[in-house]
T-cell receptor
Framework: DADVTQTPRNRITKTGKRIMLECSQT?????MYWYRQDPGLGLRLIYY???????NKGEISDGYSVSRQAQAKFSLSLESAIPNQTALYFC?????????????FGQGTRLTVV | KQEVTQIPAALSVPEGENLVLNCSFT??????LQWFRQDPGKGLTSLLL?????REQTSGRLNASLDKSSGRSTLYIAASQPGDSATYLC???????????FGTGTSLTVIP
């Protein structure tokens, strides 16, 4: 089983719909992140969380919200999806203990907004 | 803001060649640098992590170097194989702040 699991893997939704992308991890890491990837732009940070009570905006948080339901679960919501939110979304975790901070990524969710 | 650049954007080599992928970053105050591999439509697989105090890391046919003062890292792939075909991404983590900054990647094709 993957250490970082994202569901769904693919989703097509209509403009204006609310959609939630889910992420769960078995690595026991406190830090979790949501990124989106667009061709030619690389990965950009949407939100990150350092523990259940800590939520922070990244560089492109507008139009998104998140929920950290537990240490192992971090969900990303699009309240009212729009076509330019069509992208590949990645969840990631990292653990700063021991000074490592290596990042681990899920397999991605391909979201298409029509 | 940290800017990460990867050159070239695409590279095609015959099987067996040694090759170098480049990553440059604008702010040398980094905590670490990580190289990833991404296959089409797939997630990111961590290849090598270099802490800011390190000069290089090796894993099998891969060797990553870091020159923090000049803002550069290279990923050396020895004896390339068709299975190495993928996009390679580098990401830096700043000393301050809490995110990884990614380059746009180098798309590598190894021709049999």
């Amino acid at each position: 089983d993957a250490d970082v699991t994202q569901t769904p893997r693919n989703r097509i939704t209509k403009t204006g719909k609310r959609i939630m992308l889910e992420c769960s991890q078995t690595k026991g890491h406190d830090r979790m992140y949501w990124y989106r990837q667009d061709p030619g732009l690389g990965l950009r940070l949407i939100y990150y969380s350092f523990d259940v009570k800590d939520i922070n905006k990244g560089e492109i948080s507008d139009g998104y919200s998140v929920s950290r339901q537990a240490q192992a679960k971090f969900s990303l919501s699009l309240e009212s999806a729009i076509p330019n939110q069509t992208a590949l979304y990645f969840c990631a975790t990292s653990d700063p203990t021991g000074g490592n901070t290596e990042a681990f990524f899920g397999q991605g969710t391909r979201l298409t907004v029509v | 803001k940290q800017e990460v650049t990867q050159i070239p954007a695409a590279l095609s080599v015959p099987e067996g060649e040694n090759l170098v992928l480049n990553c440059s970053f604008t702010d040398s105050a980094i905590y670490n640098l990580q190289w990833f591999r991404q296959d089409p439509g797939k997630g990111l697989t961590s290849l090598l992590l270099i802490q800011s105090s390190q000069r290089e890391q090796t894993s099998g046919r891969l060797n990553a170097s870091l020159d923090k003062s000049s803002g550069r890292s290279t990923l050396y792939i020895a004896a390339s194989q068709p299975g190495d075909s993928a996009t390679y991404l580098c990401a830096v983590r700043a000393n301050t702040g809490n995110q990884f900054y990614f380059g746009t990647g180098t798309s590598l094709t190894v021709i049999p």
